[in-house]
């Protein structure tokens, strides 16, 4: 079973984590399944790019974007040649190293204190 390792990021993962994760389940689903709450502000439509992630390893795994990610993407705020969506991107039968961003173009979190 591939294993998602989450790069340390300041708000969500302090101590980075990394856990096992079944094929087919998006990267998002996945990081919140496990305590990592990730932005998903349009509920993981690929209509926003809150949920932006960058592949450090495990890139080539994934099955390639389709256009309407590509497109949302180059709105995505650090973008890399390894950018995906989380809510798009399924998991294969890799591991990933994932690095989330430290903004997003989000400029208000739904349910956040």
Known sequence: MPQIIVLPHEEL???????DVEPGVSICDALLQHG???????????????CHVILREGF???KPAE???????DKAWGL???????????VADKDLVVEIPK??????KEGHK
């Open 60 to 62: 080539n795994s994934l």
């Open 13 to 19: 993962c302090p101590q980075g984590t990394l856990f």
């Open 103 to 108: 903004y997003t173009i989000n400029m208000a």
């Open 67 to 73: 256009d309407l990610e590509e497109d949302m993407l």
């Open 36 to 50: 990592v709450e990730i932005e998903h502000a349009c509920e993981k439509s690929c209509a926003c790019t809150t």
């Open 80 to 90: 890399e040649p390894t950018s995906r969506l989380s809510c798009q991107a399924l």
